[in-house]
Protein backbone atom coordinates (compact mmCIF):
# COMPACT_ATOMS: atom_id res chain seq x y z
CA UNK A 1 0.00 0.00 0.00
CA UNK A 2 1.55 3.30 -1.13
CA UNK A 3 2.78 5.68 2.56
CA UNK A 4 -0.24 8.56 1.31
CA UNK A 5 -2.73 6.14 1.80
CA UNK A 6 -1.46 4.46 4.96
CA UNK A 7 -1.26 8.35 6.37
CA UNK A 8 -4.41 9.04 5.44
CA UNK A 9 -5.99 6.00 6.77
CA UNK A 10 -4.47 6.56 10.06
CA UNK A 11 -6.10 10.23 10.24
CA UNK A 12 -9.26 8.69 9.60
CA UNK A 13 -11.71 7.49 12.33
CA UNK A 14 -15.01 5.30 12.08
CA UNK A 15 -16.58 8.61 13.81
CA UNK A 16 -15.31 10.74 11.78
CA UNK A 17 -16.51 8.69 8.83
CA UNK A 18 -19.93 8.31 9.62
CA UNK A 19 -20.04 12.02 10.92
CA UNK A 20 -19.01 13.02 7.28
CA UNK A 21 -21.61 10.47 5.93
CA UNK A 22 -24.45 12.87 7.35
CA UNK A 23 -23.16 15.62 5.87
CA UNK A 24 -23.47 13.65 2.30
CA UNK A 25 -26.25 12.80 3.24
CA UNK A 26 -27.92 16.11 4.27
CA UNK A 27 -26.28 17.80 1.38
CA UNK A 28 -27.49 15.89 -1.14
CA UNK A 29 -29.99 13.27 0.31
CA UNK A 30 -28.99 9.46 0.57
CA UNK A 31 -29.32 8.87 -2.70
CA UNK A 32 -25.97 11.03 -2.71
CA UNK A 33 -24.03 8.97 -0.57
CA UNK A 34 -21.76 6.23 -1.87
CA UNK A 35 -18.41 5.24 -1.07
CA UNK A 36 -16.78 7.66 -3.15
CA UNK A 37 -18.87 10.44 -2.46
CA UNK A 38 -17.84 9.63 1.00
CA UNK A 39 -14.45 9.04 0.22
CA UNK A 40 -14.14 12.79 -1.35
CA UNK A 41 -16.22 14.52 1.34
CA UNK A 42 -13.23 13.26 3.62
CA UNK A 43 -10.35 13.84 0.93
CA UNK A 44 -9.59 10.09 1.07
CA UNK A 45 -9.32 7.40 -0.99
CA UNK A 46 -12.43 4.78 -1.62
CA UNK A 47 -9.84 2.17 -0.25
CA UNK A 48 -9.17 3.89 2.98
CA UNK A 49 -13.18 4.14 3.70
CA UNK A 50 -13.78 0.26 3.61
CA UNK A 51 -10.84 0.07 6.49
CA UNK A 52 -13.67 1.56 8.32
CA UNK A 53 -17.01 0.51 7.00
CA UNK A 54 -18.02 -2.57 5.32
CA UNK A 55 -20.17 -1.23 2.96
CA UNK A 56 -23.18 1.29 2.33
CA UNK A 57 -25.68 -0.65 4.35
CA UNK A 58 -23.51 -0.66 7.01
CA UNK A 59 -23.16 3.35 7.05
CA UNK A 60 -27.00 4.06 6.86
CA UNK A 61 -27.63 1.58 10.01
CA UNK A 62 -24.92 3.40 11.55
CA UNK A 63 -25.93 7.11 10.56
CA UNK A 64 -29.59 6.16 11.51
CA UNK A 65 -28.23 5.36 14.83
CA UNK A 66 -26.34 8.75 14.83
CA UNK A 67 -29.82 10.17 14.03
CA UNK A 68 -31.12 8.37 16.94
CA UNK A 69 -28.68 9.52 19.42
CA UNK A 70 -29.66 13.36 18.67
CA UNK A 71 -33.48 12.67 19.76
CA UNK A 72 -34.36 13.38 23.91
CA UNK A 73 -34.90 10.30 25.45
CA UNK A 74 -38.36 10.67 27.50
CA UNK A 75 -37.42 9.74 31.53
CA UNK A 76 -39.09 6.82 32.55
CA UNK A 77 -41.41 7.44 35.65
CA UNK A 78 -41.59 10.63 34.63
CA UNK A 79 -45.06 12.50 33.28
CA UNK A 80 -45.99 10.57 30.08
CA UNK A 81 -47.63 13.40 28.30
CA UNK A 82 -44.59 15.74 29.00
CA UNK A 83 -42.36 13.14 28.13
CA UNK A 84 -44.01 12.43 25.18
CA UNK A 85 -44.39 15.85 23.99
CA UNK A 86 -40.45 16.59 24.64
CA UNK A 87 -39.51 13.35 22.65
CA UNK A 88 -41.73 14.32 19.67
CA UNK A 89 -40.28 18.11 19.67
CA UNK A 90 -36.94 16.28 19.52
CA UNK A 91 -37.36 14.27 16.95
CA UNK A 92 -38.96 16.89 14.71
CA UNK A 93 -35.80 19.18 14.87
CA UNK A 94 -33.82 16.39 14.24
CA UNK A 95 -35.95 15.13 10.98
CA UNK A 96 -35.46 18.87 10.21
CA UNK A 97 -31.68 18.88 10.18
CA UNK A 98 -31.70 15.33 8.97
CA UNK A 99 -34.84 15.14 5.96
CA UNK A 100 -33.07 11.84 4.39
CA UNK A 101 -33.89 10.02 7.71
CA UNK A 102 -37.46 10.31 7.68
CA UNK A 103 -37.67 6.82 5.52
CA UNK A 104 -35.22 5.27 7.24
CA UNK A 105 -35.38 5.67 10.95
CA UNK A 106 -37.96 2.23 11.04
CA UNK A 107 -36.47 0.47 8.47
CA UNK A 108 -33.06 -0.78 9.37
CA UNK A 109 -32.83 -4.69 10.30
CA UNK A 110 -29.66 -4.05 12.13
CA UNK A 111 -30.57 -1.11 14.62
CA UNK A 112 -27.36 -0.16 16.68
CA UNK A 113 -27.36 1.13 20.17
CA UNK A 114 -28.37 4.19 20.56
CA UNK A 115 -31.27 3.07 18.58
CA UNK A 116 -32.34 0.45 20.59
CA UNK A 117 -32.48 2.76 23.34
CA UNK A 118 -34.09 4.92 22.17
CA UNK A 119 -37.24 2.56 21.71
CA UNK A 120 -36.74 1.24 24.91
CA UNK A 121 -36.97 4.17 26.81
CA UNK A 122 -40.55 5.12 24.54
CA UNK A 123 -41.87 1.58 25.72
CA UNK A 124 -40.72 2.30 29.20
CA UNK A 125 -42.43 5.74 29.48
CA UNK A 126 -45.84 4.11 28.38
CA UNK A 127 -45.62 1.31 29.87
CA UNK A 128 -44.78 3.19 33.15
CA UNK A 129 -48.03 5.32 33.06
CA UNK A 130 -50.10 2.64 32.84
CA UNK A 131 -50.72 1.69 28.79
CA UNK A 132 -50.70 -1.70 28.53
CA UNK A 133 -48.50 -3.61 26.18
CA UNK A 134 -51.20 -3.75 23.12
CA UNK A 135 -51.88 -0.28 24.16
CA UNK A 136 -48.22 0.86 23.96
CA UNK A 137 -48.00 -0.37 20.79
CA UNK A 138 -51.04 1.60 19.32
CA UNK A 139 -49.88 5.13 21.56
CA UNK A 140 -46.01 4.54 19.88
CA UNK A 141 -47.14 3.78 16.41
CA UNK A 142 -49.90 6.55 16.58
CA UNK A 143 -47.36 8.71 17.64
CA UNK A 144 -44.80 8.12 15.22
CA UNK A 145 -47.36 8.31 12.46
CA UNK A 146 -47.97 11.95 13.20
CA UNK A 147 -44.45 12.97 14.31
CA UNK A 148 -43.14 11.37 10.77
CA UNK A 149 -45.91 12.31 8.45
CA UNK A 150 -45.83 15.97 9.54
CA UNK A 151 -41.16 15.74 9.06
CA UNK A 152 -42.25 14.59 6.28
CA UNK A 153 -44.81 17.54 5.48
CA UNK A 154 -41.97 20.18 6.24
CA UNK A 155 -39.47 18.51 4.11
CA UNK A 156 -41.80 18.50 1.27
CA UNK A 157 -43.68 21.78 1.02
CA UNK A 158 -42.08 24.52 -1.13
CA UNK A 159 -41.58 27.22 1.72
CA UNK A 160 -39.16 27.84 4.14
CA UNK A 161 -40.67 29.61 7.00
CA UNK A 162 -43.11 32.49 7.14
CA UNK A 163 -41.42 34.83 5.11
CA UNK A 164 -41.79 32.98 1.98
CA UNK A 165 -45.67 32.18 2.51
CA UNK A 166 -46.94 34.83 0.67
CA UNK A 167 -44.76 34.68 -2.96
CA UNK A 168 -45.10 30.52 -3.22
CA UNK A 169 -49.15 31.34 -2.59
CA UNK A 170 -49.57 34.12 -4.67
CA UNK A 171 -47.55 32.29 -7.40
CA UNK A 172 -49.52 29.14 -6.98
CA UNK A 173 -52.95 31.11 -7.16
CA UNK A 174 -51.89 32.40 -10.12
CA UNK A 175 -52.02 29.32 -11.79
CA UNK A 176 -55.80 28.71 -11.73
CA UNK A 177 -59.17 30.94 -11.78
CA UNK A 178 -60.40 31.71 -8.27
CA UNK A 179 -63.75 31.46 -8.93
CA UNK A 180 -63.67 27.69 -9.66
CA UNK A 181 -61.94 27.28 -6.04
CA UNK A 182 -63.58 29.38 -3.83
CA UNK A 183 -62.89 27.28 -0.09
CA UNK A 184 -58.92 27.05 -1.42
CA UNK A 185 -59.40 30.94 -2.23
CA UNK A 186 -60.79 31.66 1.01
CA UNK A 187 -58.47 29.70 3.19
CA UNK A 188 -55.44 31.21 1.30
CA UNK A 189 -56.37 34.43 1.68
CA UNK A 190 -57.74 34.36 5.22
CA UNK A 191 -54.93 31.76 6.65
CA UNK A 192 -52.14 31.11 4.70
CA UNK A 193 -51.17 34.44 3.47
CA UNK A 194 -52.01 36.22 6.74
CA UNK A 195 -48.65 37.99 7.94
CA UNK A 196 -46.59 35.30 10.03
CA UNK A 197 -48.27 32.09 9.12
CA UNK A 198 -45.84 29.40 9.61
CA UNK A 199 -47.06 25.86 8.60
CA UNK A 200 -44.82 24.42 11.44
CA UNK A 201 -47.20 25.98 14.30
CA UNK A 202 -49.45 23.33 13.22
CA UNK A 203 -47.28 20.62 15.02
CA UNK A 204 -48.35 21.29 18.71
CA UNK A 205 -51.59 21.56 18.01
CA UNK A 206 -51.60 18.41 16.15
CA UNK A 207 -49.54 16.35 18.47
CA UNK A 208 -51.80 18.42 21.66
CA UNK A 209 -54.98 15.91 19.91
CA UNK A 210 -52.80 13.24 19.64
CA UNK A 211 -52.01 12.59 23.30
CA UNK A 212 -55.81 14.00 24.42
CA UNK A 213 -56.98 10.99 22.45
CA UNK A 214 -54.50 8.59 24.30
CA UNK A 215 -55.13 9.96 27.34
CA UNK A 216 -58.31 9.27 27.34
CA UNK A 217 -58.01 5.64 26.27
CA UNK A 218 -56.10 5.40 29.17
CA UNK A 219 -58.24 6.69 31.43
CA UNK A 220 -61.59 4.37 29.36
CA UNK A 221 -58.97 1.32 30.16
CA UNK A 222 -58.25 2.01 33.56
CA UNK A 223 -62.24 2.52 34.46
CA UNK A 224 -63.02 -0.35 32.54
CA UNK A 225 -59.71 -2.08 34.74
CA UNK A 226 -61.41 -0.82 38.20
CA UNK A 227 -64.72 -1.91 37.33
CA UNK A 228 -63.95 -5.22 36.37
CA UNK A 229 -62.26 -6.02 39.73
CA UNK A 230 -65.08 -4.64 41.31
CA UNK A 231 -67.31 -7.03 39.94
CA UNK A 232 -64.96 -10.01 40.04
CA UNK A 233 -66.37 -12.48 42.94
CA UNK A 234 -63.53 -12.31 45.87
CA UNK A 235 -61.64 -15.58 46.25
CA UNK A 236 -62.98 -17.95 48.80
CA UNK A 237 -61.38 -18.01 52.42
CA UNK A 238 -59.14 -21.05 52.62
CA UNK A 239 -58.83 -22.33 56.29
CA UNK A 240 -56.35 -24.87 57.55
Known amino acids: MPAH ?11 RVLRAAVAVADAGGVGSLTIRSLATELG ?5 VYYHVANK ?9 LV ?6 PRIGGDWRTEMERRAGSAR ?7 WAIGLLESRTNPGPATLKHHDAVIGTLRAAGFSVPMTAHAYALIDAFVYGFALSEASLPINGPDTVPEVAEQMMAQYAAEEYPHLVEFSV ?6 GYDYGEEFEFGLGIVLDGL ?3 LRTAG ?15 TGT
Request: overall charge negative.
Open 93 to 99: AALRRHP
Open 215 to 217: ARS
Open 44 to 48: AKPMS
Open 223 to 237: SAAGEARRESPAAPA
Open 68 to 73: FSEIEL
Open 5 to 15: DTSTRSRLSRE
Open 57 to 65: DEILDSIVD
Open 190 to 195: EHVMKP
